[in-house]
């Protein structure tokens, strides 16, 4: 049994992470912060985890998190990387799900999230948290950087494409749908009920913020190096609650047999489904669960591959995946608390 | 380990059997039967349960559910009641889901289902399956009539009343309002996507079929004979998936704490939530779990005392009640495979 | 051609009056004002209106309502009562959508708002603007104040038994259900897409602001003199964009033939439709129009007469009810600019 | 006045004809026919209707349609391809809103569809309805085919790119997305209420219908003659009503400025609007109305160009699109009836 804080509770990914640690048999979650909500029974702001959680939201100022052996920072970018290092001292693990960490290139990083990076000697450390290519990396980590949602769904629709020279890698198109819960729990005006229901948009087209943070994962593969990628990415806002559906599109170069291509690399993978040939695979086949679905066409036989890949933001794109990520740090198994079957319908 | 037969898994109510029974560590699935899909694998019609279950759907006729300890009719009215007598000689348990058993005035039944009965002598055994009226006489049944869906949520907003004489027993109203899966996976023009989205109706107004199983079932309580129940129940198709709220109005002709009696009513039960006073619940607070959770108000302190109930009509009103009736029937803990946490958002 | 000006045209009610005044062949819209939006075209904040306006939103604080013949405050609660003197006393006339002048029991007005009245001598003077009722007074009024959304809905259902004596009046129930638009275009938690959508809750059941307005519009009908009315009314958030179901409840008392009290009544209305027996009315039928449409059942012949009642919140509930205020007050055709057919699917 | 008939109304694009005609100042609604509503009223089936339209669908075995000056075929494939030549030669003129005359190629056709033609002579003559297109022939042709709905929304944002040579027309993806009523008022599994809410997918990804009349429609172009145009079509089913997205990518080969190359070619178009620069254009800016609204953008200046399209499918993709034809047909203003406000939120 290990103790597990929580950063940051009271966000979409924050009350996903609770729903599955309730079902983990091997962790207690022992403090979870809040300036704002502080004092508040978690159970009351929400109410779905009445009978489940008998704690409440503590103010950070009152360092309840010390005595925690793995640290969970739900939490927009800029907070964890301020306060990872004083936790990593004081003995804890850290899987962080904001963008703080994601990325080698400090750069790049800067010039997107327009900030001065508080930690740089912890940005360079840190692991990026996808297990299907950093699994290794991961089970020794101390400070594990959670992918991004869309970040998740084009890297396993890609990896096999990039690891490889069938397509050409120069010009990869990724659009991408998400549900709306992707935009956390928070209020702006195009997620209003009235404003984002019976309707549907491209958004961020001028460029969104994964965009580097998968270009960068992708060009670090092993097989991918010496290899220029490009990519243009469009993401959508869908009026759904959860699940990313990624559409890939690839220029073939070379033949070679695609489903086995796909069926190869992720042979072995508990969270990572190749369909059969000619699957259109749905979001809500993993509505709740740390699943990516994938599924390889190549539409009248023409030169163009086309991937289509299903995640739930939520879990496999964010809280999921970092109890996936914990399970590997503390040598759990790989599955353990996350292994739901989907609600469908 | 006990065998589990399912008759009629390729509707709603029998997927979400599947969903739920994945997680009971005390059941293994052996056979689930279709004419018409017969030798499809489950998990080819429900993608959602790929690496789940391997077995196929398999034709009725090859006696696929002898051996198997207990058998839930997840069909439409009128199967159970010609199969069940078989299955019972044969030494099998059975939940019914269907309206087959769950009455004992077969004059009543008749006229609202327009058919002979088939085994009238199984319909007097039968056990209505409300464990929060029933739970002795369900541990000890061999066939369980599972409620109906809004029968569930009305009955347990409505028990406390009942049982006592504080409000107009004669009067009683029940507006109910359940999400489109309550209608099954069969095809029908109002719920269509495009008929039954950003709409709201109400529907069989002038008579809704789990009326009569409501009355008997709170008529024969013990706390209720010899008054007369007198009900208008009028249901309405709500643009959601999952879930029903029924809101019951029921005139107050003598005075008493209303939030205490529902307290004490329900007092111990795993799966009856009574939320504190202001309440106002949600149906996602329950989406996928077997609770119902219940608020009693008072509007402006007038004689018309409101009862709120939520409940997922998949789980609590159909197939998480058949579980926790198995569970009653076999000795298991009551609460065991069904104690998953409300998916939210 | 009269020329118009709106007072808070960036919410919901704003923007739906300028799609029906550019329908409208008698009407300019001259001045739209905002403050937070001065300068802003009208069709840059919604550009769903490109090619129909070419006005900008104006600062209040330059006058540019001075010139008008009519002013609708699409504003919240407290805008008009400030503002409607001057106004009114440089010639224009005034509808208004907020509850500013919607009663004549100032004590209880105050009680429910929560604040003293800025302009008690317009209060009185005010004419309450459904013109089921009040027609002949509204075409002679300076200042109306258009009804609220339940309270069109919830009236039209309950005129023609208050108007009688069929009924038990001390004991209504109406049950209302309102899409998420009859918030408004603002920010809240509570009508965020992912907190709404796929679910249902009642809110504000200890007691909702129309509920007042209803109570003294109803009680000062001439057939409904000297009895006491009592209403319970619950509202209900339902996951659609537009449109209000009321499910009205009321105890017969003396037998009638209901449905042809509710088609005499309605005789000759323009946007009241009674449906023939049997129907059961969605909100749909009348999306984007500025009908009400009723049903008049009876459940199973028992002495509870239930009447359903459907409207677009937006249009009969708000902005087309104003212009049918308009067209009276101006004496155009009362159908004039209104006649849209609803959007269906 | 002219006399209109519609064959098939009893559809998705046939009730949304009617309201559109609704609105139409010279045009009277003379017969609409059903073989399986015969008798039935019109305002009985759409509610919506009532006091609209006072006829009822008649069976076509009794000629109802002679003496209509156009007829409208709401029908699926394969309808009007039969009784077109009968009505031509009895003085109608006809809008298809099916795929029977909307190609040339008669072998492509019939590979697609999977019939032999059986008007082969009329194939030919028939007039592909895209006005931005063939206005001109349009306004001679006494039979149109009118475009399908993804085929409308992609060519529009193909056209400028088609008939230039900036682009490389080789290897064109549009990425489709549309409303759940583009799958038409029948019933299919895969549309149901709770299979297709809350959920995305991709379809028909081997394929779609609508790629052969894209392509040879494109193709026929002055500008494009003698390029061969390559283009992937991967469309997903949105959880929403109404409206398309298209989203194309084009690889730019050749520098110019694109936004002004679309703003060219669609000058003085009454239902094409180039919106400005950085615009991300949403479905319901243009839900009920026959506009087509079209963003260019250029994401991080690279070498894809990316344009986004958005329509009411079943306006300017199917009944607006088809009266607007018929303006044409008969020298009435392009868009008398058919210039309505986005119904927004």
Same sequence: chains 1, 2, 3, 4.
């Avoid at 924050?14 to 079902?23: K, S, T, Y």
């Avoid at 997107?112 to 980590?141: C, D, M």
């Avoid at 749908?177 to 404003?195: C, D, F, Q, T």
């Avoid at 979001?283 to 539409?299: K, Q």
Wanted: charged fraction near 20%; charge should be neutral; glycine fraction near 8%.
């Amino acid at each position: 049994m290990i103790k597990v804080g929580i950063v940051g509770g009271t966000g979409y990914t924050g009350v996903e992470l609770l729903r599955l640690l309730a079902a983990h048999p091997q962790v207690e979650v022992t403090a979870i912060t809040s300036r704002s909500e502080a004092g508040t029974p978690v159970a009351k702001m929400f109410p779905s985890l009445r009978g489940r959680y008998d704690i409440a939201f503590t103010d950070p100022a009152k360092s309840p998190l010390s005595g925690c052996d793995v640290v969970f920072f739900a939490t927009p970018n800029g907070v964890a990387m301020s306060q990872a290092r004083a936790l990593l001292e004081g003995g804890a693990r850290i899987v962080d799900f904001s963008a703080d960490f994601r990325m080698k290139d400090r750069a790049t990083w800067e010039k997107w999230y327009k900030v001065t990076h508080a930690s740089p000697e912890l940005f360079e450390q840190a692991v990026y948290g996808l297990p299907e290519i950093n699994r290794e990396r991961i089970r020794k980590a101390r400070l594990v950087a959670n992918p991004g949602c869309y970040a998740t769904a084009i890297q396993l629709a890609l990896l096999p494409l990039v690891e490889s020279e069938f397509v050409d890698h120069a010009h990869l198109i990724a659009d991408g749908k998400s549900g709306v819960s992707g935009a956390g729990r928070k209020m702006e005006l195009g997620i209003m009920y009235a404003e984002a229901t019976d309707n549907f948009k491209a958004y961020a087209v001028h460029g969104h913020r994964h965009h580097p943070e998968i270009l960068e994962s992708l060009q670090s593969l092993e097989g991918a190096s010496g290899r220029k990628l490009g990519l243009t990415f469009v993401p959508h806002l869908t009026p759904m609650v959860r699940g990313i559906l990624a559409t890939v599109y690839a220029r073939i170069t070379r033949e070679t047999d695609f489903q086995a291509l796909f069926e190869k690399r992720f042979k072995g993978e508990p969270f990572v489904d190749v369909l059969p040939p000619g699957s259109e695979p749905e979001t809500r086949w993993v509505r709740g669960t740390n699943h990516c679905r994938i599924a390889v066409h190549r539409p009248m036989d023409g030169d163009t591959l086309v991937v289509l890949a299903v995640e739930d933001n939520l879990v496999k794109g964010a809280a999921g995946q970092a109890i996936q990520n914990m399970n590997l740090m503390f040598g759990f198994p790989e599955t353990q608390g996350i292994d739901q079957v989907a609600l469908l319908p």
